[in-house]
């Protein structure tokens, strides 16, 4: 059985930093792009950014809204992905999750899902 | 960016009704379109990919069809645990965009 939990989510000021976890388990975690997608409080859904395969050289994708602040990465050793958050800003504030990525022909969709790790930024 | 539109926003319905939510796209993504379920407090559920196949596990009341700008999701008989907010994802290209959800409530 796929599973993917998430961990890392607290409260935090704005400026600050914080680095969320992803473990893996019940698939090859090194043949799957990873991806993170947050959820702003009563809001919707938002992709933040992608950790392709070991295949793909594990290159990186982001939302405009992240890219220079937030750092995906992962080890596939320990069968996990990371996101690193710095320059944290109130509109951060979410629930971060991390999904799995099912790869269809040339593009890719989120199969599994955490189930969420929540991130609050303020002073 | 793609931008996704959903109509409606909210929809109230009664279990066993057809329902039918719409999602445009601002440009061409092809068929490279996914629909997600998901309930209060919880992670989305994936129920189709390619606009319009079924993934594994997945009712066969749900349904989706359409490409190019505009897509539906059907649910053929509405059934208690479908009472949830739905949402379109394309992923024809980056940034990866959802549309803003379409509520389903109980009448």
């Known amino acids: 059985e796929v599973q993917l939990v998430e961990s890392g989510g607290y409260l935090v000021q704005p400026g600050g930093s914080l680095r969320l976890s992803c473990a893996a388990s019940?698939?090859?975690?090194?043949?799957?792009?990873m991806d993170w997608v947050r959820q702003a409080p009563g809001k919707g859904l938002e992709w933040v950014g992608r950790?392709?395969?070991?295949?793909?050289?594990?290159?990186?994708e982001y939302a405009a809204s992240v890219k220079g602040r937030f750092t995906i990465s992962r080890d596939d050793s320990k069968n996990s992905l990371y996101l690193q958050m710095n320059s944290l800003k109130t509109e951060d504030t979410a629930v971060y999750y991390c999904?799995?990525?099912?790869?269809?022909?040339?593009?890719?969709?989120?199969?599994?899902w955490g189930q969420g790790t929540l991130v609050t930024v303020s002073s | 960016d793609i931008q996704l539109t959903q109509s409606p926003s909210f929809l109230s319905a009664s279990v066993g009704d057809r329902v039918t939510i719409t999602c445009r796209a601002s440009?061409?993504?092809?068929?490279?379109l996914a629909w997600y379920q998901q309930k209060p407090g919880k992670a989305p559920k994936f129920l189709i990919y390619?606009?319009?196949t079924l993934q594994s596990g997945v009712p066969s009341r749900f349904s989706g069809s359409g490409s190019g700008t505009e897509f539906t999701l059907t649910i053929s008989s509405l059934q208690p645990e479908d009472f949830a907010t739905y949402y379109c994802?394309?992923?024809?290209?980056?940034?990866?965009?959802f549309g803003p959800g379409t509520r389903v409530d109980i009448k």
């Open positions: 999904a799995r990525g099912l790869i269809v022909g040339a593009t890719v969709y989120f199969d599994s």
């Open positions: 019940g698939f090859t975690f090194s043949d799957h792009y």
């Open positions: 950790s392709r395969n070991k295949a793909k050289s594990y290159t990186t």
């Open positions: 440009q061409g993504i092809s068929s490279y």
């Open positions: 390619s606009a319009s």
């Open positions: 994802q394309q992923v024809n290209s980056y940034p990866l965009t």
